[in-house]
């Protein structure tokens, strides 16, 4: 059976819980941010932030698929980036196996499925955003019988594109990636001073309320 893996920050967070098709189709759910988690941890059993980058579960999950051998698929971002992508995983894990990628803009779910079975993908890579990511991988899965590994990336493909290791040293031992982010992507700078106030209040608020 396949099997659905993503990440929530505080952006995605409220994007996903407006459908309960996202939440009940993806199977496993981890907090991908320092704020998430400690909101959480001030209400609910502790949890420690995941997430598909460099600084968390990437490397690892990248040299176990080199090591194992699995056939990887990799779907996201632009044309461009992920063709840059794919080049760059391969320089940086030699005998990784990617049987198939393309760009995230997709019209037709069901054939780009039909695709990755008959490649006999066993783990699929998506990095489109939120919720595009998300629902890609629960319609996908409607079509694939076989079993099969999809996990969620948001941007790494085209962080990657942009540099092998994304995230300078010291911005990930001082937990900064977020104001890396802000500093260098517009639409993150307006997602950190729009959105992420908001979400605060709103946990906050929610929690309390539950309580």
């Not at 893996?5 to 505080?10: A, G, K, L």
């Not at 968390?56 to 992508?85: D, H, M, Q, W």
């Not at 997602?191 to 309390?208: A, D, E, T």
């Amino acid at each position: 059976m396949p099997v659905a893996i993503s990440f929530v920050n505080p952006f995605s967070y409220y994007e996903v819980q407006k459908r309960d098709d996202l939440i009940e189709g993806i199977d496993y759910y981890f907090s991908d941010g320092a704020l998430l988690c400690k909101l959480h941890n001030l209400f609910l059993p502790k949890i420690s932030r995941a997430s598909f980058d460099y600084s968390s579960v990437a490397k690892p999950f990248l040299e176990y698929i080199t090591n194992k051998s699995k056939r990887l698929a990799v779907i996201g971002a632009k044309e461009s980036e992920n063709e840059k992508a794919v080049t760059i995983l391969k320089q940086q894990y030699p005998g990784i196996n990617i049987v198939y990628h393309r760009d995230g803009y997709i019209d037709d779910i069901s054939s780009v499925a039909k695709q990755l079975e008959a490649v006999a993908a066993e783990v699929v890579i998506v990095g489109m955003g939120t919720p595009y990511q998300e629902n890609f991988c629960v319609e996908a899965k409607k079509y694939i019988s076989k079993p099969i590994v999809f996990i969620t990336c948001g941007g790494f493909l085209t962080q990657t594109s942009i540099k092998p290791d994304y995230y300078h040293p010291l911005i990930k031992k001082l937990g900064l990636r977020w104001l890396q982010r802000m500093v260098m992507h517009k639409h993150v700078r307006d997602r950190v001073i729009r959105q992420y106030p908001k979400f605060v209040f709103s946990y906050l608020f929610h929690m309390i309320k539950k309580r």
